[in-house]
C-alpha cells in the first residue's frame, strides 16, 4: 500500500527543501511543483501528492559537487555505463533517489522514486507518473530557454483542458517527443555526449504516438 502524502507532509518537505539549495534552484523546484500539480489536474489528479513530494525532491542533489555525487553513487554500489559516467549533468536523477530513500523516507514511495529517477532522461517505457515529473522539469514557468518556453506554448495553446482523455494523451506524448528532439539537438549542437536512455524515451514517444493514433 502507498504511503499517503498529506499537505501537511508537503509543507513541511517544502520547508525542509528550501534549506537545502540555492534560492535559484528553490524557484525552479517550486515552478515544478507548480507544472506538475497543473499536470496532475489533467492527466491524473490521485498521484498529485506522490508528484509534488517527487517536484519538490527531484532537483535534491542538483547543486552537489561532481566529486560529491560520484562518491555517493559509487558508495551506494552503483556501476555507471560509459554514457552515464560522460553525462555528468544526469547524475542528480541517480543521486536523489538514493538520497530520498536515506533521509526522506516518507516520501519514498516507488512513484516518486521512479519520477525522479527519470526526470533527466526519460527512459523506454516511462509511466505516465514519470512522464509528467519530465514534462513540469521542461517547462515550468520559470523557465526561460527559448525551447522551454515554445514547448510550454505548445502544449497549453493546444488547451488539452478541452479535449477528451484518449486526445489529451495523445497531445502529451506529441509534446514529450518535441521534448526529446530539442534535448537531441541541444547536446548535439554543443558536441555534448548523449544518454542512450534518452534516445530510447524519444523511440519509446513516437511508439506510444503511433499506438495512440492507432486507437482513434
Do not use: N
Not at 517527487?54 to 555517493?72: F, M, N, S
Request: charged residues 25%; negative net charge; hydrophobic residues 50%.
Amino acid at each position: 500500500m502507498c504511503k499517503e502524502i498529506t499537505v501537511a507532509a508537503l509543507d513541511t518537505l517544502r520547508a525542509l527543501v528550501g534549506e537545502k539549495m540555492s534560492e535559484y534552484r528553490f524557484a525552479h523546484t517550486r515552478g515544478v511543483e507548480q507544472a506538475v500539480g497543473e499536470l496532475c489536474a489533467l492527466y491524473l489528479p490521485e498521484a498529485a501528492p506522490q508528484l509534488r513530494a517527487a517536484a519538490l525532491l527531484h532537483d535534491i542533489t542538483k547543486e552537489w559537487p561532481r566529486e560529491q555525487a560520484a562518491a555517493y553513487i559509487e558508495a551506494h554500489g552503483i556501476a555507471l555505463r560509459p554514457d552515464e559516467a560522460a553525462s555528468p549533468k544526469i547524475w542528480h536523477g541517480i543521486t536523489a533517489p538514493l538520497v530520498i530513500a536515506d533521509e526522506f523516507s516518507a516520501f519514498a514511495t516507488p512513484t516518486v522514486l521512479s519520477a525522479v529517477r527519470w526526470h533527466t532522461t526519460g527512459r523506454s517505457g516511462m509511466t505516465l507518473t514519470e512522464a509528467l515529473l519530465y514534462l513540469a522539469d521542461y517547462m515550468e514557468p520559470t523557465r526561460t530557454f527559448a525551447d522551454c518556453v515554445a514547448l510550454r506554448q505548445a502544449f497549453f495553446e493546444a488547451e488539452p483542458e478541452k479535449m477528451d482523455m484518449a486526445a489529451r494523451l495523445r497531445h502529451l506524448w506529441r509534446v514529450l517527443l518535441l521534448s526529446f528532439d530539442d534535448t537531441l539537438a541541444a547536446l548535439a549542437a554543443e558536441g555534448a555526449p548523449v544518454c542512450a536512455d534518452t534516445l530510447a524515451a524519444r523511440e519509446y514517444a513516437a511508439k506510444m504516438i503511433s499506438r495512440k493514433e492507432a486507437e482513434v
